[in-house]
């Protein structure tokens, strides 16, 4: 079975070298390997990644978690809203001053009101 091709235009790679320019400045690193060794992945996945013009979600996740910074941001800039993945309210306001025990009380809420509409409908 052959491979599908991936064409890749300017404006794509365009795209990608602008994304990895965010996530090498986000992690600090300046070199394949730094950046390898930052996502906990080898050099040649980076490779990979930018032959295919393509940044795997995991190392998203990855840099989410050690830095908070949104993945949206990383992939779109600053069109995409705040670098920093932070709570906000309804309008997109950040929230600065969170009680995260609040937070998860209030999450948990909405959860188990979720589930239970759900479940009623089911009955």
């Known amino acids: 079975m052959a491979k ?3 064409i890749i235009t300017k404006e794509s790679r365009a795209e990608f070298e602008g994304a990895m320019d965010r996530l090498r400045q ?3 690193c300046s070199t394949q390997v730094q950046l390898a060794d930052f996502l906990g992945i080898r050099q040649s996945s980076i ?3 930018k032959r295919r013009c393509s940044i795997p979600a ?3 996740l990855r840099v989410w978690r050690k830095t908070r910074i949104s993945p949206d941001w990383i992939m779109y800039g600053k069109d995409s809203g705040h ?3 932070m709570p906000a309210d309804a309008d997109g306001m950040i929230l600065k001053d ?3 025990g609040k ?4 999450i948990k809420a909405e959860l188990i ?7 009623g409908r089911m009955a």
Request: overall charge positive; proline content about 3%; hydrophobic content about 40%.
């Open 83 to 85: 670098k920093l993945a």
């Open 4 to 6: 599908k091709k991936i």
């Open 98 to 100: 969170i009680d995260p």
């Open 103 to 106: 937070l998860r009380r209030e």
């Open 58 to 60: 995991e190392w998203l």
């Open 113 to 119: 009101q979720s589930v239970t509409m759900h479940l």
């Open 26 to 28: 986000v992690s600090g």
């Open 47 to 49: 490779s990979d990644a």
